[in-house]
């Protein structure tokens, strides 16, 4: 169409700019949707579509997310009624903890949602699709709020109801289930991340595996907790807390393996200082270039005596002494192993 009439209103240009976006094709996205702000600067949609395109190319730029949140304010400016415009611009807030903004958008949204009636040129079924997935995230996102103001009830409501919605939103399966498990619903919680971690897109999510360790280790389920927190070591080795747990795991059945489990942790952990360390020095360093002096500043070397007394601390002391027992007692079994060879 454009080909035969390159004079082709913003309309056409913004639905051409929509299904590329759809087909994740963002710099030909992105040239549709500035060119419907040529032709029409005042277009509203376009700027949303704009904003959430360019967080699209790259979510954790932090240049990228400013732009588009000044598209999402500008359009929010234009029209005060869209409910996507509303949504991202929710998202925004409550990573900048701005609870109650949040809340109001969220739930304004949700109204706005309600009243919306399908544009005379589109499919029904998807229309009310798009509605539903978007009345999903707006109650996931409200589900957060509450949940992080300790209101783990109302946060539990808003997840059903992000769930109900749309069932593939297996970020809500995720927080349902951490609220489930803050209410001490194991079984529910273990239904929940199992259903995850059986989708192939997130079964190695980290922290799924490890919930449903610690789910696990709490029903009893010793060996298929072992199997999940070795499935963490697998996915990183530096994780020094999942060999803590397999060794403890692997205390009353194996001390061989329980007291490999313990080092490789320790070890693992004295990495995870020694790195911090360098940061810590490097920094430092930069502190005493900038004071342009030969010898560190009482501050710098305060911060230096605090962060060797924290790493000191970092091992729990528990660990320590599960390690010395083991070691102690397996020396014992040594030496009277040998001495009954010597027989």
Wanted: net charge negative.
């Amino acid at each position: 169409m454009v080909d035969l009439n390159p004079r082709s209103p913003p309309d056409v240009w913004l639905g051409i700019g929509i299904c590329y976006f759809k087909l994740k094709n963002s710099a030909k996205a992105k040239f549709a949707l500035e060119h419907v702000l040529m032709l029409d600067p005042q277009n509203s949609m376009a700027m949303t579509a704009l904003g959430v395109t360019e967080l699209q190319i790259s979510f954790c730029d932090q240049d990228q997310r400013a732009k588009a949140i000044k598209l999402f304010q500008k359009s929010f400016d234009i029209d005060d009624t869209n409910p996507l415009t509303m949504k991202h611009l929710a998202d925004h807030f409550l990573l900048c903890n701005e609870l109650d903004i949040t809340e109001a958008l969220c739930q304004r949204a949700i109204k706005q949602c309600d009243q919306l009636k399908r544009p005379d040129n589109s499919d029904l079924p998807t229309f009310r699709g798009e509605i539903l997935i978007l009345k999903s995230d707006l109650f996931f996102i409200l589900g957060k709020v509450y949940h992080q103001r300790e209101q783990y009830e109302e946060a539990l409501n808003h997840y059903f109801q992000t769930v109900n919605l749309n069932r593939h939103n297996f970020a809500a399966h995720f927080y349902l289930a951490k609220i489930e498990y803050l209410n001490g619903n194991f079984n529910a919680v273990d239904e929940g991340l199992t259903r995850i971690l059986s989708n192939p897109r997130y079964k190695d999510s980290y922290e799924a595996i490890k919930l449903l360790a610690k789910v696990k280790t709490i029903q009893g389920k010793r060996y298929e907790a072992m199997a999940l927190y070795k499935r963490l070591l697998e996915i990183n080795p530096r994780d020094h807390t999942s060999s803590f747990h397999v060794a403890q795991l692997f205390d009353q059945i194996d001390q061989n393996l329980a007291l490999k489990y313990y080092e490789q942790g320790l070890l693992a952990l004295q990495s995870s200082i020694e790195t911090a360390l360098k940061g810590h020095i490097q920094e430092t360093g930069k502190a005493d270039n900038m004071l342009d002096e030969r010898e560190e500043s009482e501050d710098v070397r305060a911060k230096k005596a605090k962060f060797y007394a924290d790493a000191k601390n970092i091992v729990p002391p528990e660990i320590l002494n599960n390690v010395g027992v083991l070691r102690m007692e397996l020396a014992a079994q040594q030496k009277f192993q040998n001495a009954e060879d010597a027989r």
